[in-house]
DNA sequence: AGCAAATCGAGACAGAGTCTCATTATCAAA
DNA sequence: TTTGATAATGAGACTCTGTCTCGATTTGCT
């Protein structure tokens, strides 16, 4: 999987920054080139790591504080996976509404759409008084039968 | 809501320690009792909050080690929603097959049962490849809606 | 009662995340 | 281009959930 190029995420992420009058520091585009140099889903920490290597001088804070402003923004996705331990999928601008499962021992993320099952999730939710803000359907598979199957490809739905 | 006689979930996990060859303690019954004594989820930490109101003695440790055996045994369902924290109900033995949604600002959960939501992530999955071990739909939604809805009452599915 | 093994509590430790505070960098206006 | 208000920074203390160790205690079988 090549790195995709993102040159236009983040120039909305530096233009969403200069409307909200905050500054694009010298930490902050090492930290953003980094999220939307990968395809793939990361931790705070992982982006730190990751973050670290285009800017040493890069610190565990300043990643915390910028990981609220590309949520905000809406050009990276905060999964909740409990109350302390996030993770942030920077595909989300380009398709906005999958789901995702994750693999309870090797931590994969696949992700997929159904919009049958949008569909049944909005209607279970309406009718027990919600309005739906996100939702997140977790299913756990042990890697044994993972590794069966070929590491969790996903073969289209 | 009364607190619920769980008198047989109670002699079922003792019989269940005893098969294994553990001990029945003061402690673990404290802790027992508590579990089979609400109705509630609880995370670990409430858990011994009110294990300790009924025996000041025990310890944070003894309850991490207990849960794992609570759920060992069937009777309580551990929902895990992140590497790191855990939300357990009390209530599984009595009725397997339901799923939670959980609010946002006051993680208040709300139980609810469906067939046709089940049947479709059981289709998903298998298209992608998983044997699903276990599934957690979580749905957040704002404490705004829910308390204009009447505190997240489960109206009936 | 006696004993081996299971269990215990206390507290050190780990990992994710938040917060404070003194210092530095940004950037718009002069 | 200098200035200056203030946004942003890094270090590290701190919290919270959970794990692990270890020496002391309890259990329950004989």
Redesign the pocket.
């Known amino acids: 999987m090549p790195a995709p190029d993102r040159t236009a995420a983040k120039e909305k992420f530096m233009a969403f920054?200069?409307e909200k009058?905050?500054?694009?520091?010298?930490?902050?585009r090492a930290i953003v080139d980094t999220v939307f140099g990968t395809d793939q889903h990361f931790?705070?920490?992982q982006l730190l790591e990751w973050a670290r290597e285009r800017?040493e001088?890069?610190?565990?804070?300043?990643v915390?504080?910028?990981?609220p402003l590309l949520t905000e923004s809406g050009l990276v996705h905060e999964m909740d996976f409990g109350?302390?331990?996030?993770i942030y999928d920077p595909n989300y601008a380009d398709h906005p509404n999958h789901n995702h499962i994750i693999c309870d021992d090797c931590d994969k993320i696949v992700e997929f759409e159904s919009n049958k099952l949008d569909e049944l999730e909005n209607e279970i939710s309406h009718k027990l008084g919600f309005s739906v803000k996100s939702q997140q359907l977790r299913i756990n598979a042990s890697c044994e039968e993972m590794k069966k199957l070929g590491e969790c490809k996903n073969k289209g739905l």
């Not at 109350?83 to 996030?86: F, H």
């Open positions: 920054l200069e009058n905050l500054r694009i520091t010298t930490q902050r931790t705070a920490e800017d001088s890069v610190s565990r804070a300043t915390y504080r910028t990981l109350k302390d331990y996030k």
